[in-house]
């Protein structure tokens, strides 16, 4: 079975600087890599995707991730964010079963 | 595209009643559906998965006879919760895979319960 660890709950950022969320998975074989937005009361909106190919991997509002297996990481990346970045950010992961496994999450709280 | 929607997107009930939850593939079909409750400030946990036209598969520790589900057609699964208690509150979330297309999971907008 598959899992994955967010290794940071909460995340308080300056508008327009960087931000980085960390994803570490765990698998025996070969994985999807995914991280999902989830604004407050709504469902979850895909970022980004790994299912093969190039490790960085870029994604909708400026967000891209790397790939990198030997350290079985998956981390978010954003170099400038804005408000309205303020949200919940999940990474998951899914095997050949095709069913996700979510981490805890990140909050993400963007300051002016 | 790839749009899911969800009804009702929130709902009260008494303890002990029922309530259904839909869940549908508005523009393409779905041949794969899965469940999801999340808790307050908690991540998403899979109920079950549901495929068209044959019985749900339930993860362990999720009680079949009290999430009944059917996904009855190509676009729309429900959800009922029979005999709702107040430790059933909580926010449901369904989401689609297009046929073909196995890896990709659309999710709706979610479903909040609360059972007073």
């Known amino acids: 079975a598959q899992s994955v660890t967010q290794l940071d709950s909460q995340v308080p950022v300056f508008e327009e600087a960087p931000v980085e969320l960390r994803c570490n998975y765990s698998?025996?074989?070969?994985?999807?890599l995914f991280w999902y937005v989830q604004y407050p009361n709504q469902g979850l909106q895909l970022l980004l995707k790994?299912?093969?190919?190039?490790?960085l991997v870029k994604g909708i509002n400026g967000f891209e991730a790397e790939f990198n297996k030997s350290q079985t990481s998956f981390h978010l990346r954003k170099p400038s964010v804005h408000i309205s970045d303020t949200a919940e950010y999940f990474c998951?992961?899914?095997?050949?079963?095709?069913?996700?496994?979510f981490g805890a999450g990140t909050t993400v709280t963007v300051r002016a | 595209g790839a749009v899911v929607s969800q009804h009702p997107s929130w709902v009260i009930c008494k303890s002990g009643t029922s309530v259904k939850i839909e869940c549908r593939s508005l523009?393409?079909?779905?041949?794969?559906m899965f469940w999801y409750r999340q808790f307050p400030k908690q991540s998403l946990m899979l109920m079950a998965t549901?495929?068209?036209?044959?019985?749900?598969?339930?993860e362990q520790g999720v009680e079949k006879d009290k999430f009944l589900i059917n996904h009855a057609s190509l676009t729309l699964s429900t959800l009922t919760v029979t005999s709702a208690h107040p430790e059933d509150s909580s926010f449901y979330i369904c989401?689609?895979?297009?046929?073909?297309?196995?890896?990709?999971?659309?999710f709706g907008p979610g479903t909040r319960l609360t059972v007073t």
């Open positions: 698998s025996s074989v070969s994985v999807y």
């Open positions: 790994y299912l093969s190919g190039s490790t």
């Open positions: 989401s689609a895979t297009r046929t073909g297309y196995f890896y990709e999971q659309y």
């Open positions: 523009d393409f079909q779905a041949t794969t």
């Open positions: 549901s495929n068209e036209g044959s019985k749900a598969t339930y």
């Open positions: 998951a992961v899914s095997g050949s079963d095709y069913k996700l496994s």
